[in-house]
């Protein structure tokens, strides 16, 4: 085989390996948040026209986004939207009931308008479900520096009919009625696959979300915060991957922007499984 063929040969291997790659992930972190894409939720929320109708979507099984069983019946779990709204703030949770007297938060959709025509969103996934808080939000690339780098900006979401519908005159804040007895007629549960079978559905949605390390949306998260609601089934079921994860992590700072400028930064370095760095968390504000 002359130098050619070889060099033809080595691209295509390196083309068929990278797809296996991506066909056959190896970044489950085996974690519940495993089953349910924070970025898959962010599309269905953007194409819906209302919180209902946004809620009906998750649980449908096409739309492949929910794919959790938290309490491990061996059946989907429902997700609930519920709204907590305060004046011109949204905290949309995404909520499972897992018992009969137990709810569990998946994550919050926060939304914040910030002008007459001009709102900005985020989801954060609950730390019992992802091992800590994942925050994702819309991403947009714009080109500097006469096109030749590229850069994240914040997308401006109150083109989005979900968005415009709540904060329109005619709507009512939306608490989904159905709970662990009472489902919807049109709902019909289904077996929950396996990761790999999962994962690569919610695939292509990354490229139009990030996950960030800054909190943007304040005023909608201290709205949401004292209602979290939280299931000693599924911290029981789960603590052993929630845990090894957690000891894994190394050192994190996420940035929170407040009013006037003013960001809080917190710094959490994790002892590792046998590592020597103790758990320390450290605070600092600043004004920009």
């Known amino acids: 085989m002359n130098s050619k063929n070889k060099f033809i040969l080595l691209i295509f291997l390196t083309a068929f390996h990278c797809t296996l790659a991506q066909n056959n992930p190896a970044d489950s972190t085996g974690l519940p948040g495993d ?47 519920i ?25 919050v959709i926060e939304v914040e308008k910030t002008g007459a025509s001009d709102a900005t969103l985020q989801i954060i996934g609950d730390e019992d479900i992802y091992g800590e808080q994942t925050i994702v939000e819309p991403k947009e690339e714009v080109k500097t ?16 009919p979900s968005v415009r519908y709540v904060y329109g005159p005619a709507y009512r804040v939306w608490v989904s009625p159905w709970g662990w007895r009472a489902r919807p007629v049109w709902w019909h549960p289904w077996r929950p696959v396996h990761y790999h079978v999962f994962h690569p559905f919610h695939h292509p949605y990354r490229h139009r979300y990030v996950v960030v390390h800054s909190h943007r949306t304040v005023h909608a998260h201290r709205v949401y915060a004292p209602t979290r609601t939280t299931s000693v ?42 590592g020597s760095k103790k758990a320390v968390k450290r605070s600092s504000r600043s004004r920009n």
């Open 35 to 81: 089953n349910f894409s924070l970025e898959g939720a962010l599309e269905l929320f953007k194409k819906a026209d209302s919180p209902e109708a946004f809620e009906k979507m998750l649980n449908s099984e096409e739309n492949k986004v929910n794919n959790l069983d938290l309490n491990g019946d061996g059946e989907i779990d429902y997700v609930k939207v």
């Open 83 to 107: 709204d907590k709204q305060e004046n011109d703030v949204h905290a949309f949770v995404l909520q499972a009931a897992v018992s009969e007297n137990e709810n569990q938060d998946i994550a």
């Open 145 to 160: 520096h006469a096109g030749t780098q590229t850069k994240n900006v914040t997308v401006n979401v109150y083109t989005w």
């Open 233 to 274: 089934i599924v911290r029981t079921r789960h603590q052993e991957p929630v845990n090894h994860y957690r000891g894994s992590r190394t050192t994190r700072t996420t940035t929170v922007t407040g009013a006037h400028g003013k960001t809080t930064r917190k710094t959490t370095v994790v002892k590792g499984k046998n």
